[in-house]
């Protein structure tokens, strides 16, 4: 049970009631003792995912109906709904990406999306796309703590109030920080992100005399780290509720970190959790936070009771959106529902299928072209190092902005002819979606590291290709590192790029996840690789053919 702002006000009016010899009747549009039923959908870090994959999983269509389901429940038991998206709408589906995430926007106002937070990569693209997408959404787009250097003044409205029955809600948006150094510089050169923590303390201020809402929830693209602990990102939701006086915000709907959040116990995630088990939201300063992990994979339900000014969460679950396991049937693996299947809504699926088949049309689109082969055949590219294999990895290298890039040679799955290069070729070479990330080490970090990826087997797809770094390797281990050809120096810090496969410990790689330099760019590979080739068309081949920079003795 949290004590909400009404009995502060109550005490507030008391104490200027004394003063001036009235009675104390604080303003409210709710019913004293009547109990109010208050539902908070959320979703985040949509990356483009408005069509159902390969396996029939996800998808706004199957949203929709849950959305709509749950919207029809709750209202005939007499309460109301309010449906947020911890943001990062753009990037990591090309027939999205192709439209400027336009069926995206679209179908978060057919689905009823009341506010989202504006996510690090709504700035993508230039920032007349993000107003265009503005445009499109007939929900607010949200954020406190992002300025235009010129005028000093927001660039996005700071928050939205909502009337629920009487109950007043003020939503606020806050963007991460890191936007400023994992974003495109080309795009944010005006644009400055201040400290969302100062922001949403000021705000709320601001909005408790001017608006006196019962509830204050904020929609934020910061990330939840555990305990606080957010190593080189920057602070994180829990950081936020921590700062801020304990309760003045009722509820955080996060983004940006991509997990499902669901604690074990006091500050501790349960790493353990799987589709369709319990979850339990973290709760920090008296605030609850929640996310629902990424591409609409869920839909987060938060159920609310509101009585007298308290807000008491009654409920909270994560509910998969036709996600799928794996299982043997007659000795042969198939994928099954793990809950019951969900419903394409018809209506939706009529809208969003124009949309499918443009971006279709659009992968055969010539993007570049190269002067010859770029070698990723598989019998070649797991046992040395190959011209393809170099330029995957510097294009994530320099996406990164990093020192050096490894790529794990099994996420290289064709070759690219000579000649005029297509989406569709891009999408053959890396079809898996895994997104860039980076971490940060001291050289000794870094050695030990390579020790055990450098040195992986031929003929296997953790053999590493690499970029921007030079060694020998000889007798299980490395020696002679050099990375932009300076000796490694054990004491320096050191950047590099790796696919979240190989950073969650895909392929026997060290697991990086945990690591405090750790960096998730929500780049999809796919997508880096695409820009990469536009931007150095025409290719000449020769340039990423392996010259002795890695050498097996």
Not at 178 to 198: C, H, M, Q, S, W
Not at 236 to 254: N, T
């Given at each position: 049970m949290k004590q909400g702002r009404w009995l502060k006000l109550a005490v507030s009016s008391a104490v200027f009631a004394a003063l001036v010899g009235c009675s104390p009747e604080p303003s409210h549009d709710w019913q004293k003792d009547k109990t109010y039923h208050i539902t908070v959908l959320h979703t985040n870090d949509h990356h483009g995912r408005f069509w159902q994959n390969k396996y029939g999983e996800y998808g706004m269509a199957a949203r929709k109906t849950l959305v709509d389901n749950i919207r029809q429940e709750v209202e005939q038991q007499g309460g109301t709904v309010l449906l947020l998206s911890g943001g990062d709408i753009n990037t990591g589906v090309p027939e999205s990406d192709l439209q400027d995430a336009e069926p995206d926007f679209k179908g978060m106002n057919r689905i009823g999306y009341d506010a989202m937070a504006i996510g690090n990569h709504e700035f993508d693209n230039p920032l007349d796309v993000l107003k265009k997408q503005e445009g499109w959404a007939t929900f607010p787009l949200l954020s406190a703590n992002i300025y235009d250097k010129t005028t000093g003044k927001r660039l996005f409205e700071p928050y939205k109030v909502f009337d629920k029955q009487g109950v007043k809600i003020a939503v606020i948006g806050l963007t991460t920080e890191?936007?400023?150094?994992?974003?495109?510089?080309?795009?944010?050169?005006?644009?400055?992100?201040?400290?969302?923590?100062?922001e949403a303390k000021i705000l709320i201020e601001e909005i408790e005399q001017k608006e006196k809402p019962d509830l204050i929830f904020a929609v934020t693209h910061m990330g939840h780290y555990e305990d606080g602990k957010h190593g080189i990102n920057?602070?994180?939701?829990?950081?936020?509720?921590?700062?801020?006086?304990?309760?003045?915000?009722?509820?955080?709907?996060?983004?940006?970190?991509?997990?499902?959040?669901?604690?074990?116990?006091?500050?501790?995630?349960?790493?353990?959790?799987?589709?369709?088990?319990?979850?339990?939201?973290?709760?920090?300063?008296?605030?609850?936070?929640?996310?629902?992990?990424?591409?609409?994979?869920?839909v987060g339900r938060a159920d609310y009771t509101f009585k007298n000014g308290e807000l008491n969460m009654v409920s909270y679950n994560l509910i998969p959106v036709n996600l799928k396991k794996k299982v043997k049937v007659n000795g042969e693996s198939q994928r099954v529902f793990i809950e019951e299947e969900i419903p394409q809504n018809k209506e939706m699926v009529e809208f969003l299928t124009p949309y499918q088949e443009k971006g279709q049309e659009q992968l055969n689109v010539k993007i570049a072209q190269s002067d010859g082969k770029l070698e990723g055949d598989r019998n070649v590219v797991r046992f040395k190092q190959t011209n393809l294999g170099r330029l995957i990895a510097q294009a994530q290298m320099e996406r990164g902005k990093a020192d050096f890039g490894v790529m794990n040679s099994g996420g290289v799955r064709d070759s690219i002819e000579g000649g005029d290069i297509t989406y569709k070729d891009v999408l053959k070479v890396q079809p898996f979606g895994n997104i860039i990330t980076y971490v940060d080490m001291n050289g000794k970090e870094v050695l030990d590291y390579l020790n055990v990826v450098a040195t992986k087997p031929v003929d296997s797809g953790a053999y590493a290709q690499f970029a921007g770094i030079s060694m020998q390797v000889a007798n299980g281990k490395v020696s002679d590192v050099k990375i932009n050809g300076k000796p490694l120096d054990e004491s320096q810090t050191y950047r590099f790029t790796i696919p979240s496969y190989n950073a969650a410990g895909g392929d026997g790689y060290p697991k990086l996840t945990e690591h405090p330099g750790y960096v998730n760019t929500g780049f999809v590979d796919a997508e880096v690789l695409k820009e990469y080739l536009q931007s150095h068309s025409p290719i000449k081949v020769d340039t990423y053919n392996p010259s002795g920079q890695i050498v097996y003795k």
């Open positions: 890191d936007t400023a150094k994992i974003g495109n510089p080309e795009y944010l050169g005006n644009v400055e992100f201040r400290d969302p923590k100062e920057a602070p994180g939701d829990v950081a936020l509720a921590r700062y801020l006086d304990e309760g003045s915000l009722d509820m955080i709907v996060g983004g940006h970190s991509q997990e499902p959040v669901c604690m074990e116990s006091a500050n501790h995630v349960n790493t353990a959790f799987k589709p369709g088990d319990e979850c339990q939201p973290d709760i920090q300063n008296g605030t609850y936070i929640v996310q629902a992990h990424e591409w609409g994979k869920y």
